[in-house]
């Protein structure tokens, strides 16, 4: 099922249908990665090198001042890595955005004579995506605490972005079709396979470069994975819960 829905969202990717939205969601993921990577660097020149220029620096002897380049190359490193744990919190927030015209775009063309999915109001769109925004960047934090203990940094990269992206990005396609708290139950019930679903999108998010794609990849997953458990389970509704 999941391998299956797989290939349905890779070539989803490249189809024609969804190609204004790949640029969209592409653009809009490289502009807000610029105005990041940009505000972190700022907020670090402003605040952090003048303490450690005062604060360091003077006390150096005068042959030690290379050591002025290595900080800034250890300040450059910091910086990337911190762009890179955001990177996850960007894309899905982007995602929240864009996932209805995904959706939309697949269940005309790949399911001909079902019903279309509805859109989710617009203030419901973006409270939901902000609340996950927080959610996503705490469970990076803990994520990056990980790295420091040998043979845990992979897996809790892993098992924190893997179950995050993929109960949100499940959820969202699920409430086209169902209320909220049914959504949610209806994830819950399938955790097993929504989780290694997760560990897909966690896998292509590792992806240098196309990780840029994941928006639409986990939007795409996610929509044929939904519809292949609503014909497991035709009877799941709120009501039996």
Do not use: C
């Not at 924190?160 to 959820?171: A, I, P, S």
Request: charged share 10%; no cysteine; proline share 5%.
């Amino acid at each position: 099922m999941i391998v299956h829905a797989v290939r349905l969202s890779l070539a989803n990717l490249f189809a024609p249908e969804t190609r204004s939205v790949f640029w969209k969601v592409l653009g809009l993921t490289l502009l807000a990665l610029v105005v990041i990577w940009f505000g972190l660097r700022e907020t670090f020149i402003a605040f952090a090198w003048p303490w450690i220029e005062g604060a360091m620096m003077p006390n150096l002897p005068d042959w030690a001042g290379w050591l002025t380049f290595v900080f800034g190359i250890v300040a450059s490193l910091g910086l990337a890595l911190g762009l890179a744990l955001l990177l996850a919190p960007v894309t899905a927030i982007i995602a929240g955005f864009f996932l209805d015209d995904v959706a939309e775009v697949i269940e005309t063309r790949d399911y001909p004579g079902e019903a279309v999915g509805t859109a989710l109001p617009l203030g419901q769109a973006i409270a939901g995506s902000l609340k996950f925004l927080g959610v996503v960047i705490l469970g990076n934090l803990i994520a990056l605490f990980l790295l420091f203990i040998p043979g845990v940094n992979l897996v809790a990269f892993f098992l924190v972005n893997g179950y995050l992206l993929g109960r949100e990005f499940f959820e969202f396609a699920a409430m086209r079709y169902r209320p909220p708290a049914e959504a949610r139950l209806f994830r819950a019930k399938h955790a097993s396979t929504v989780l290694l679903a997760g560990f897909v999108i966690a896998a292509f998010l590792a992806i240098p470069i196309v990780n840029l794609m994941t928006p639409l990849f986990a939007a795409g997953l996610m929509v044929h994975l939904h519809k292949a458990l609503s014909r497991r389970d035709p009877g799941f509704s709120l009501r039996q819960n």
